[in-house]
């Protein structure tokens, strides 16, 4: 089997492990997620998969935001499931849903995935702000886990590349969007 195809598998493999213990932690209610926020980001997510699978046109590159997205949406269930109620949408998280309302609109009357996808990026990290803000509510390990995911990500897009830079915003945005929740999460561990 080759390297690619390993990396491919074990990258996909650790965004589901931080997935299902966020899940869990969220149903033993150890944390609470932000029903708003997993809301949009499930919508949004489903954008970036399809714009990046597309851009890419690999579908090594593109598990992981495939990946990604069907744990969002479940997360979203899980969040809902549990009680979660819908917060009130803050500035932020009303600027994401237009960004990505852009993105698509982008993407249909452009048909370009390309412009489609760095919209969306745009959008998720606008969407990660309520989570910033909000950091100390999370537990770390999960955060951790997806950004060790972005990093094998990144370099998967490394392995296979083609030349295409903006496969590269994608995994480098979110490992330094997750990042930024773990040491926030992490820093309000009692020592």
């Not at 593109?62 to 949408?89: Q, R, Y």
Request: net charge positive; proline share 3%.
């Amino acid at each position: 089997m080759e390297i690619a195809l390993i990396l491919t598998l074990v990258t996909s493999s650790v965004q589901i492990i931080g997935f299902v213990i966020y899940d869990v932690q969220a149903f033993r209610k150890m944390l609470n997620p932000n029903v708003a926020s997993w809301a949009i980001w499930a919508g949004i997510t489903v954008l970036n998969f399809t714009s990046y699978s597309s851009m890419s046109g690999d579908w090594m590159k593109s598990l992981l935001p495939t990946v990604s997205s069907a744990f969002c949406i479940l997360t979203f269930v899980v969040a809902i499931a549990k009680g979660g109620k819908f917060s009130k949408l803050d500035q932020f998280d009303k600027s994401a849903l237009a960004l990505g309302a852009i993105a698509a609109l982008t993407w249909f009357f452009l048909k370009s995935a390309t412009y489609a996808n760095l919209i969306v990026q745009a959008a998720v990290l606008i969407g990660f702000v309520p989570t910033w803000r909000a950091a100390e509510k999370e537990r770390a390990l999960p955060w951790f886990i997806w950004t060790s995911a972005y990093v094998l990500g990144t370099i998967l897009v490394v392995l296979r590349w083609t030349g295409q830079w903006q496969d590269l915003v994608y995994p480098v945005g979110l490992f330094f969007a997750h990042l930024a929740v773990a040491l926030m999460a992490q820093a309000k561990t009692p020592k």
